[in-house]
């Protein structure tokens, strides 16, 4: 299973401090789970941020934009990090019917979750640990299903213990951000279709080079490049969900100009051709 790159099953880490690289505003198809433990920080979620607190639980469709804001040394700066496909686990989650603990990730979007019991926290960080474990171990193919069934009972213990705060948004980023979220917006409302950076300037009344910048020095990517992480996204979904299209309906849905550039670009980022999905999701 490949733990790297865009197409990584799971991936999770138990109280890791401090950061080692400047984090920007970034995105993945991977949904997360983020618990906080200590510093001050606030979470940036699209154009607006929230004042979180220790033991605080943020978990969000990675396709939105977001990232931390640490305000104290960061070496202070305590969180337990779990990101997973759905793709992945949908079918563990389909044969035990339980397929609503994926709600809040696939309708909502993003939630904050708070618990008034510190066991809690300590019992959620016990499969995180088990979770980087398994990653750890170099027989990981061996270990999928164990691996599988403690995501499982993470999102299980999630939806049982943890209610939703009401969310506490601090303030707005400001206009530079709220035209990174207008392009990100853009791109989600349009990604059927076929667009330039033109049309998303105009559509944001700035200048294309102004956009161009503005996106790369607060996301690290540029526009393009986000819409075509976007995309495949997209036709995971659609693929799992109707089997019945052809590939190349999907394709051309999914704003790709021809079947093997769909075909070509869908591997790189998933590591399956759309045929092998369709038949993994079945």
């Known amino acids: ?67 931390p804001f640490i305000f104290s040394d960061d070496r ?21 019917k339980m397929i609503n603990v994926l709600k809040v990730f696939e309708t909502d979007h993003f939630a904050i979750l708070r618990s008034e019991n510190a066991g ?27 691996l599988q069934i403690e995501l499982v009972y993470l999102l299980l213990k999630l939806n049982k213990q943890f209610r939703a705060v009401e969310t506490r948004r601090s303030d707005q980023l400001g206009e530079k951000y709220d035209y990174i979220q207008g392009a990100v917006q853009y791109v989600q409302n349009n990604f059927q279709e076929s667009f330039t950076l033109d049309e998303i300037a105009e559509y944001l009344s700035i200048s294309k080079s102004y956009l161009v910048h503005l996106f790369k020095e607060l996301t690290g990517n540029s526009v393009m490049d986000y819409a075509m992480q976007y995309r495949p996204k997209q036709a995971m979904h659609m693929l799992a969900a109707y089997p019945n299209l052809k590939n190349k309906e999907i394709c051309y849905q999914c704003g790709f100009q021809n079947e093997s550039h769909f075909s070509r670009y869908f591997k790189k980022n998933t590591g399956y051709t759309p045929s092998e999905f369709k038949k993994k999701s079945l």
């Open 1 to 67: 299973m490949n733990q790297g790159g865009a197409n990584y099953n799971v991936f999770g880490i138990s109280h890791q401090k401090g950061i080692q690289n400047e984090v920007k505003f970034h995105t993945h198809f991977q949904y997360e789970i983020f618990i906080f433990y200590k510093g001050d920080v606030k979470y940036a979620i699209g154009n607006n941020m929230y004042e979180l607190h220790p033991g605080d639980i943020v978990v969000l469709d990675g396709s939105l934009m977001h990232r």
């Open 120 to 146: 809690e926290i300590s019992d959620l960080e016990v499969h995180i640990q088990a979770i980087e474990a398994y990653i750890r171990d170099e027989k990981l193919s061996e270990t999928e299903a164990e």
């Open 76 to 96: 202070f700066y305590e969180r337990s990090i779990v990101q997973f496909s759905s793709e992945w686990v949908y079918p563990v989650l389909k044969s035990l």
